[in-house]
């Protein structure tokens, strides 16, 4: 008998399917109105295009010999093939699972039971619409909503709704409808008790969002807390059957066909922020739905559109889910550019702020992605002496390492040039990686002088960062190698490892929310990492966490122990954070100008001393927050020094 796959798997083969990309492949296309490509027919000789897709509808016809169908009609008659061959085809080319389907009870049994689960999902999404609207629970939900002017006609469009703040609406009007607990359970919709296995609804008093696949049919439900102090503040539908929040992007149903008419996508955070920038006349909106960027969304983006637009939060999180997109952005080749916005603004708030032109303003303004790191680079860093540029110049390699040649590469080295005030020679050659920069500079080849990575360079070892190479430490700014390499030297030595984890205040020594997860999540279970039991279960959750903690693992096996080093490294990530406490004081104006100066001077000194022989116009300076800090700093660096040198002592190094 021959093969059936299951229509599931046929739909996810279509929505997979780069229409433009797949056809460009035998015609050379060209964009020929708001939602049309046209070109020369691929099945017939001619010299005027009378071939014509449609990108988002996946169908194309030919006005010249009248052939015409879908992606999979292309494939068979193009590649020669039958229906089951060309899915085939197109399911190995876009990375799809195909799924049999067998003509037996059990099979069919599966297929019922996700129909009713869709159905399930479909009638409860239509209840929570009349609970918003028309009734007096749900008058505050519609308050709240009011005040981010959104209007009930967008809302509507988006089927938001609200849960009901009784705890078993949903669940006795489905009852009363056919469905049992099991399949309330299986949808997310409802919960049991954990101390009598009683079930209840699980969303309650809360607005809903429904999460729709591309075919607008509702998977799972995100919702938003009513009441201040009402936990969590968002609550969404887990991974189930029906529902994997990995591989969806919120409202890209209503988005698709403009953003495939446009060109162009544009990424957002959360719900309200899609909604508010659709009810601005900005159509081709899509939101995260409160998760990290997934492969699969970003390739769920690029089949809408070519240009992906990121109008992410100015806060780390955004920042970390923007350098995420370019990781996967840079696979897909696909045009990656930043709307900026204020900070600590999202959409939602600047359209209701200062109205939809002012958000139209910045998705004009949008700048490519290597342009805003390099600003966002440039910002940040101490322009006062040589050690902050230089620290500057190392967070920059890794841009201009994936920067081909261009007038784009050109203009942000003249950039960074004008703004570092050095030679555009010279920041071209420490940029482009000639002369080995500062990275065979120094003491063994290894120290960065202020606060930057301490690295023991030993025949026959790997650098702390553990990258085994200079292309994967290239990869990491200096801080991440720097509490990488802390964080594997806790794993390989235990004992001191957990005094070390004791003694660093992780919450402001480390500068990313997964480090400083990592960092806690060792304080409990440094002997046994990924330990066993409900421990193992919680890091399933976080599988961002778990991959961090096995790369911390391997890296742990392959430096040989010390204990110096492990206090080079502590004291290391107390430099990194009073120079960034010092850097935030001078950029919030902390003191007059004399004031700034002399920190500086101490800071930056060659002969760093304790804050006992500083001179004697330091310690007038003692009320000032920067020179406290300048103060302490100089005790650190003292330290550290020492620490080193002990380091290169039992290695039998010698610094030059």
């Given at each position: 008998m021959v093969a059936l796959y299951t229509r599931e798997s046929r739909d996810r083969v279509r929505d997979a399917v780069d229409f433009v990309e797949l056809v460009s492949a035998r015609t050379d296309l060209r964009r020929a109105g708001a939602a049309r490509y046209e070109g020369l027919c691929p099945f017939h000789e001619e010299r005027t295009p009378s071939f014509g897709i449609d990108p988002a509808q996946k169908v194309y016809y030919c006005f010249g010999c009248q052939a015409a169908g879908d992606v999979f009609t292309f494939v068979q008659e193009t590649e020669g093939v039958d229906f089951k061959g060309a899915l085939e085809l197109l399911a190995d080319r876009y990375g799809v699972e195909l799924e049999l389907e067998r003509e037996d009870p059990e099979q069919a049994q599966r297929r019922e039971r996700r129909e009713r689960l869709l159905e399930l999902l479909a009638r409860t999404s239509a209840y929570y619409q009349r609970c918003l609207w028309d009734s007096s629970d749900g008058a505050r939900a519609r308050e709240q909503l009011a005040e981010r002017n959104l209007s009930e006609e967008v809302l509507r469009e988006f089927a938001v709704g609200y849960a009901p703040s009784a705890w078993n609406r949903v669940l006795s009007a489905s009852r009363r409808g056919g469905f049992s607990v099991q399949e309330l359970c299986a949808t997310g919709l409802a919960q049991r008790s954990r101390e009598n296995g009683q079930p209840y609804d699980r969303f309650r008093a809360r607005i809903t969002f429904p999460l729709a696949d591309m075919r607008g049919r509702v998977l799972g439900f995100g919702a938003r807390a009513v009441g201040a102090d009402q936990q969590p503040k968002y609550l969404n539908t887990a991974d189930n059957d029906i529902y994997h929040k990995g591989r969806h992007l919120y409202g890209a149903h209503l988005a698709r066909p403009h953003a495939t008419r446009a060109g162009v996508i544009i990424l957002c955070e959360g719900y309200t922020d899609v909604i508010a920038l659709h009810q601005a006349g900005i159509r081709n909106a899509v939101g995260l739905m409160g998760t990290a960027l997934t492969g699969e969304q970003v390739a769920e983006l690029g089949r809408m559109a070519s240009t992906v637009l990121l109008a992410l939060d100015a806060d780390a999180a955004?920042?970390?889910?923007?350098?995420?997109a370019a990781d996967l952005a840079a696979r897909r080749r696909l045009d990656l550019r930043v709307v900026a916005l204020p900070a600590g603004t999202d959409p939602a708030e600047l359209v209701q702020r200062e109205g939809a032109t002012a958000l139209e303003a910045a998705v004009a303004e949008a700048v490519p992605f290597e342009r805003f790191r390099v600003e966002r680079v440039l910002a940040a860093g101490?322009?006062?002496?040589?050690?902050?540029?230089?620290?500057?110049l190392d967070e920059l390699r890794p841009v201009f390492d994936a920067l081909a040649p261009s007038a784009l590469r050109m203009e942000l080295m003249r950039l960074v040039s004008g703004r570092l005030a050095l030679s555009e020679s010279l920041v071209e050659t420490v940029l482009s990686g000639e002369g080995g920069g500062r990275r065979g500079a120094g003491r063994a080849g290894a120290v960065a002088e202020a606060g930057g990575t301490a690295r023991a360079a030993r025949p026959g070892t790997t650098s702390p960062a553990g990258g085994g190479g200079e292309g994967a430490a290239a990869a990491l700014s200096r801080a991440e190698e720097t509490e990488r390499a802390f964080l594997a030297l806790c794993i390989a030595l235990p004992d001191e490892g957990a005094t070390a984890l004791e003694q660093a205040d992780i919450e402001s020594c480390v500068t990313s929310d997964l480090m400083c997860r990592a960092a806690r999540h060792l304080r409990e279970h440094l002997r046994a990492p990924l330990a066993d039991g409900d421990e193992d279960l919680a890091l399933d959750r976080d599988p961002e966490l778990k991959a961090l903690l096995a790369k911390l693992i391997v890296q742990a096996g392959r430096e040989e122990p010390n204990s110096a080093m492990l206090r080079v490294q502590r004291l290391q990530l107390e430099l990194a954070r009073i120079d960034r406490e010092i850097q935030a004081a001078r950029l919030s104006g902390a003191?007059?100008?004399?004031?700034?100066?002399?920190?500086?001077?101490?800071?930056?000194?060659?002969?760093?001393r304790p804050a006992g022989d500083q001179p004697a116009g330091a310690t007038e300076l003692a009320s000032s927050g920067i020179s406290v800090l300048a103060a302490r700093r100089a005790e650190v660096k003292h330290e550290f020094d020492r620490a080193y040198a002990r380091v290169l002592e039992e290695t039998g190094e010698r610094g030059e």
């Open positions: 955004g920042q970390n889910a923007m350098l995420r101490d322009h006062s002496g040589p050690e902050g540029k230089d620290r500057m003191g007059s100008e004399e004031q700034r100066y002399v920190p500086r001077f101490v800071a930056d000194s060659e002969d760093a």
